[in-house]
């Protein structure tokens, strides 16, 4: 148990470091979540969980000061240029901040009806790519700025689903993939929507199911089939009285 537990975090930060390396960090805060999710939802012990904390951020703080010390190129005006978001009216991060501006001139040029389906100005140019990470502001003006907060009824389908299969199944297996998908969902949905409203820095997430990309929808669809299998194995237990591990 324990050397696989330590397996498991040495694994983690294998998985973490890569990925920032590549550098992509809100995919690796969104690994990193799912990871954690569901190593706190396994049954583990309180003072195992407390431990597994300061240890990660024990790694995280030599890992910071290592990168510091030794490659302060990492932190380069470009990424440090993410916390323009802190004050992005401000003239000296007026270049930084240019995609969140936009954002939110789209957000306020819908109003609270919007402009209509198709007439959103901002799209034309004003906001780059605006089909991706930032197509809620461009819903927002189009559709009106009360359209995010039905966002919520539409991923409800699946967090149904995913909650059923936690609190009912047997399986270990279904209800950790079920965590693991629910936290995937909902830190993704996190990162973007806070990253467009200026909540949090931008990291590039894309929204789940909404944003354009194939291998986000990929990703995304592959998950919640994993839970509507669960789901139906929960069934076939519960009809069967047979139970998995």
């Known amino acids: 148990m324990t050397a696989l537990f330590i397996l498991y975090i040495f694994l983690l930060l294998i998985i973490v470091g890569l990925i920032i390396l ?137 967090y149904k689903k995913a909650f059923s299969v936690v609190f009912l199944s047997q399986s270990t297996f279904d209800v950790l993939v079920a965590i693991g998908v629910l936290s995937w969902l909902s830190i993704q949905v996190f990162f973007n929507l806070g990253g467009v409203s200026g909540i949090i820095p931008l990291t590039g997430v894309p929204l789940p199911f909404m944003s354009y990309g194939g291998s986000s929808i990929l990703a995304l669809s592959c998950g919640l089939g994993f839970v509507l299998a669960g789901e139906r194995r929960m069934k076939k237990q519960i009809e069967e009285g047979v139970f998995y591990a």
């Open 22 to 158: 590549q550098p992509d960090l809100g995919t690796a805060a969104i690994v990193f979540v799912i990871a954690i999710s569901q190593l706190v939802s396994s049954g583990l012990s309180f003072k195992r969980i407390l431990k597994v904390a300061l240890f990660l951020i024990g790694v995280f703080i030599v890992a910071f000061l290592f990168v510091y010390f030794l490659h302060p190129d990492f932190f380069s005006s470009t990424k440090m240029a993410r916390f323009s978001y802190l004050d992005p009216f401000n003239k000296e991060n007026l270049d930084d901040s240019y995609q969140l501006r936009n954002g939110y001139y789209a957000i306020g040029n819908g109003g609270f009806f919007g402009n209509g389906l198709g007439a959103s100005i901002q799209k034309l140019g004003y906001l780059p790519e605006a089909h991706t990470d930032f197509i809620m502001t461009i819903i927002s003006e189009e559709l009106g700025c009360f359209w995010p907060f039905t966002l919520p009824y539409f991923y409800l389908y699946f």
